[in-house]
Structures are given as structure tokens and as C-alpha cells.
């Protein structure tokens, strides 16, 4: 015998049924809710990406002021380079003058200190010769010379003064 069930009688109807009905009372507010979720969703993306192309632009700006402030320190570096190259050059330059000036006072004092020398070598030579010509002139004057001839050349030595002595009052 077989037994059919009538369509009441199955659970799965009833299942069904109150799905039905679930979704016809539920289904608007369930609905709502579920587009509300997504929307606010898709309103935080929106302000996500409009956050990134804001960071992107400053981020852009940063990198061209970089580079703006990397070319202006590259251009002072090499003016400070410019310059301390002229520097160094001009020292070099003053080093060397310096260098030829104090040389050149250097062989100034030299020469100096030699001709000093030389000047008190001449003099010591003219001093001994003087000495050694006073000797000579004591031993010839006293080997040699009488008294008559003594008093005749202080004599005409003192006779000879005024001539002698005229030329020093002109100078």
C-alpha cells in the first residue's frame, strides 16, 4: 500500500512557507541594512582613495621640493667648492710671494752680514798694518834718525799742519 502524504502534511512546505513568509516581513528591513552596510562601505573606500590622492599630491609636492632643495645644495656645494678652489689658489700664490720676500731678506741679511765682515776684516788688516807700520817707523826713527834730523821733520810737520788740515774744513 502506498500512502500518499499530502502536500500539508510534508515539512519541507512548511520550511518553505516560513522562509516565504520570513523574507515578505523581514525581507525590506533585511534589505535596507544589507544596502546601508554596503553603502557606508563603498563611502569609507571612497574616502580612502580620496585620502591616498591627497597623500599622493603632498607626497608629489615633498619630492619636487626634494629635488628642488637637493639642486640648490648641489649648486651651493659647488660655489663652496669654486670658491675654496680660488682660495687655495690665491694662498698658494701668497705663499710663494711670501716665500720669494723672505728669501730675498734673508740673502739682503746675508750680504749684509758679509760685507760687515768684510769691513772688519779690512779694518783689523789696516789696523795691524798700522801697527806693524808704527813699529817699522819707531825702529827706523830710532836706528835711523838723528836728533837734528828728528826736530827738522816735526819741524816741517808742524809747518805743514795748516796745508794738511784745509782740506777736512772743506769736507
Not at 502524504?5 to 516581513?25: G, H, K, Y
Not at 788688516?125 to 801697527?131: L, T
Not at 808742524?158 to 769736507?171: D, F, N, Q, T
Request: proline share 2%; charged share 25%.
Amino acid at each position: 500500500m502506498h500512502h500518499e502524504a499530502s502536500l500539508f502534511a510534508d515539512p519541507r512546505t512548511w520550511v518553505a512557507v516560513a522562509f516565504v513568509i520570513f523574507f515578505v516581513l523581514f525581507g525590506k528591513t533585511l534589505w535596507k541594512a544589507l544596502v546601508g552596510m554596503l553603502d557606508k562601505r563603498a563611502d569609507t573606500i571612497r574616502a580612502e582613495l580620496a585620502e591616498a590622492q591627497r597623500l599622493r599630491t603632498e607626497a608629489e609636492a615633498m619630492l619636487a621640493d626634494a629635488a628642488k632643495s637637493r639642486d640648490s645644495a648641489l649648486a651651493d656645494a659647488q660655489a663652496l667648492l669654486e670658491g675654496a678652489r680660488r682660495e687655495a689658489t690665491r694662498l698658494a700664490a701668497l705663499a710663494v710671494s711670501d716665500a720669494e720676500a723672505s728669501a730675498a731678506r734673508r740673502e739682503r741679511m746675508a750680504m749684509d752680514r758679509i760685507a760687515a765682515a768684510e769691513k772688519a776684516a779690512v779694518d783689523e788688516v789696516r789696523y795691524a798694518a798700522a801697527e806693524v807700520a808704527g813699529a817699522a817707523a819707531k825702529i827706523v826713527i830710532s836706528e835711523g834718525l838723528s836728533p837734528d834730523a828728528s826736530n827738522a821733520i816735526v819741524d816741517r810737520a808742524i809747518a805743514g799742519l795748516p796745508s794738511a788740515l784745509s782740506p777736512r774744513r772743506a769736507a
